[in-house]
């Protein structure tokens, strides 16, 4: 296979998932020995002058940020 395998993501939501469960299942287009974190943040009420450190800059922070699940490589 030449190139990058394809990227998948799913989900199972009630009535189709058992017992009121939400499944998620996601499998990745990075090597296959690469450990893929599912990682949730809850939602968050932000100070009003408080910022977000990315990579390079910081930024303002919005008010309000909603609840994610995120996968993420381990070593990011």
């Given at each position: 296979m030449s190139g990058a395998?394809?990227?998948y993501?799913?989900?199972?939501?009630?009535?189709?998932?058992?017992d009121g469960l939400?499944?998620?299942g996601k499998n990745s287009a990075?090597?296959?020995d690469e450990?893929?974190?599912v990682v949730y943040?809850?939602?968050v009420d932000h100070d009003a002058e408080s910022k977000?450190?990315?990579t390079y800059i910081s930024i303002d922070q919005v008010p309000r940020t909603h609840?994610?699940?995120?996968?993420?490589?381990?070593w990011l």
């Open positions: 395998p394809p990227s993501s799913f989900v199972a939501l009630p009535p189709r998932a058992k939400v499944v998620f990075r090597p296959r450990v893929q974190e943040f809850p939602a977000v450190e990315c609840a994610i699940v995120i996968s993420r490589p381990a």
